[in-house]
């Protein structure tokens, strides 16, 4: 599916993150997103995010909005070049950590969206797609 | 850095979060909390959420970090004004904050400061059922 529009941005730091969130609510009041959408998809985001930066040293993340049989959705690839996660099924387990955090990021954001992909490669990366439609 | 104002309110601190805090803001807020508690001898501590936009899990954390680390200093945390849309989201993303107390603005969180309040004094000091 070819997005209508497509943006890229660095995540380097904390201030990154929220400037991420910005442009995703604002992407999403754009395309008429409910509140309740925006806030589930902009929570998700954040969570991604922060694994890019906090796992992954930093990444990016490309966002798409798409268009479908009279259905909008937003696409957000978050990508880095960091360690990769050796134990996918583990690392999406509710509690899992590595990191003192609450083990919540990947399997919460898994459920806050309709379509969730994610590859991995130990030494290579991590990419997660999300995708969030009106419908 | 900025900081968060933290305002004395009679026996009570009130904090109002603004919208998307950093994280090192949110990290010195824990901190800040925690000593003002001890040198005010609050009583009960107000987190007014109901600016944020989200609240993922590094913010939850944090909120039921201060309301752990306050309880441990003798005084109750409520976190009050969490929009419909945060809690919604914040169950979904599995987030229980089951030690964490709300209310649905600040009159209300302050009502149930003070109820506490009187029921410890009452009660010699036994934990009140919050619900
Ligand atoms: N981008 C990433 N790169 C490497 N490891 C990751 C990445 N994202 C998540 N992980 C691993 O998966 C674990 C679970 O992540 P998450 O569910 O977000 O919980 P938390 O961030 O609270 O640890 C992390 O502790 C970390 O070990
Ligand atoms: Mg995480």
Redesign the pocket.
Known sequence: MNPTRSETFQLQTSDDVIRMRQMVRVWMVEMKFGLVDQTKMVTAAS??A???L???GG?SVCMEALADDGRRGLRLV?E?Q????ADLE?????G??????????????KRLVNEFAIW?AVGE??R?TIVRWTI | MDKIPILKMGHFLLVTIQVDMHDRLAMTLQDDLTSRVVKDRAKGVLIDISSLEIVD??IG?MLANIAAMTRTLGAESVVVGMQPAVAITIVELGMSLHNVRTALNVDKGMALLIAQLNGLAEDDGNEPNPE
């Open positions: 969570e991604l922060r694994n890019a906090a796992y992954g990444g978050f880095d960091g360690p990769g996660i583990l690392a999406l387990t509710d899992y950590t590595t990191g003192g955090g609450l083990g919540l990021g990947l399997s919460g954001s991995s990366g991590t997660v | 899990s590094f954390r």
